[in-house]
């Protein structure tokens, strides 16, 4: 059978062109685009009385995914627009994360700490993004002991303008001792299946796990550590210290994993939430699963109070226009679909124009 050739009137040639100019330009727009500095006008700026208050009262491996406003002081840390760590709120200029997390750069023009997602990719109108005007790394990491004084502290350009989604963890004075009576809860954006690849991929959901053991004695943690690898040797010893918290529930398969890191550990005490620690380090996440490792707060409570007392208040300027903003695809991309719709018509518009 012969083929007829299709011929495109003017109006229907034109119709089409205009088509796919609209397809291609709305893949110009990013969806959900999010302004990367919250809007200082807008709210009261809360105090520390707003700390450690959430709704609920009560990614990890054998979590769940959090709810919506569940822990308001979980921040993720992006390294040159790559999610590295999690990290914890602590009021309005800063944020607390884990040492090892900025082995790679310590220039905080390198860094965004992003607040109130609890899905990665799909921001609320609560979520921001934050630049960094100070990162202090605390000078004693990992000299005296394997990972010690795991804690970093990152000032914020701008205060944050808390609402629901996005408050600060109370902390703790040198003296405070969370209730051993009570369950703490952990959560990070890691890995939560034994099959997980072991490449750090771009986290999607907020987990959370509750631990329902007290804190563990640092005595009986580094007896379980000892007893999992009698042979280890190193120019550092390794163990569980002062400057240390171990949690965990190996009834329930409760443990941190690789992206979890730097995210926090909360406690309630007297109807709030405090920050008692921050994930450090743990065995390999897999059954049996084994107590986790955490930076004590409370230890390192006059160290954080003095820094925060001495840090120069940031410029009002907005951030470097250097710094690479978080690599969140749908977030600040066009869908791929678009996209995909507008090459291909405009590749079958120029076919049949050359007929």
């Known amino acids: 059978m012969a083929s007829t050739g299709i011929k495109l009137s003017g109006e229907g040639r034109q119709g089409l062109c205009m088509l796919a100019t609209l397809l291609f330009c709305l893949c110009l727009q990013p969806l959900h685009a999010q302004n990367t500095m919250p809007n200082l006008s807008e709210g009261k700026r809360a105090d520390a009385r707003v700390c450690g208050r959430t709704r609920f009262t009560g990614k990890i491996f054998g979590g769940q995914n959090a709810e919506p406003e569940q822990w308001p002081w979980q921040a993720s840390v992006f390294l040159n627009g790559t999610y590295v760590c999690g990290a914890a709120l602590i009021d309005s200029n800063w944020v607390a994360s884990a040492a090892h997390c900025f082995q790679r750069s310590q220039n905080p023009d390198d860094y965004w700490i992003l607040l109130g997602y609890n899905r990665m990719t799909d921001p609320s109108n609560y979520s921001m993004q934050m630049a960094v005007s100070q990162l202090i790394v605390h000078p004693d990491f990992d000299k005296h002991h394997f990972l010690g004084s795991d804690i970093t502290l990152m000032k914020l350009h701008v205060p944050v303008n808390f609402n629901s989604h996005v408050l600060p963890a109370c902390l703790p004075e040198s003296s405070t001792k969370p209730d051993p009576k009570s369950s703490c809860w952990i959560s990070g954006w890691g890995m939560t299946l034994l099959s997980a690849s072991p490449l750090l991929r ?24 000892r007893y999992s690898d009698p042979n280890a040797t190193g120019s550092k010893s390794v163990g569980v210290f002062d400057d240390m918290v171990c949690a965990g529930d190996p009834m329930n398969g409760t443990s941190i994993c690789r992206g979890d890191s730097g995210g926090p550990l909360v406690c ?58 978080p690599a969140l695809s749908p977030v600040l991309k066009p869908r791929m679909t678009v996209l995909l719709s507008a090459q291909f018509l405009l590749l ?5 124009s050359a007929q």
């Not at 771009?202 to 379980?224: F, G, I, R, T, W």
């Not at 079958?348 to 049949?352: H, Q, R, T």
């Open 202 to 225: 771009l986290p999607l959901n907020l987990q959370s796990s509750c631990l329902k053991v007290s804190l563990l004695d640092n005595e009986d943690c580094n007896a379980y550590y």
């Open 268 to 325: 309630p005490l007297g109807g709030v939430w405090y920050l008692f620690g921050l994930t450090s380090w743990s065995a390999e996440c897999r059954f049996p699963v084994g107590p986790s490792v955490f930076t004590n707060l409370s230890y390192f409570a006059d160290w954080i109070k003095q820094h925060q007392k001495e840090a120069p208040t940031p410029s009002s300027i907005m951030a470097s226009s250097t710094q690479k903003q």
């Open 348 to 352: 079958w518009l120029s076919l049949v």
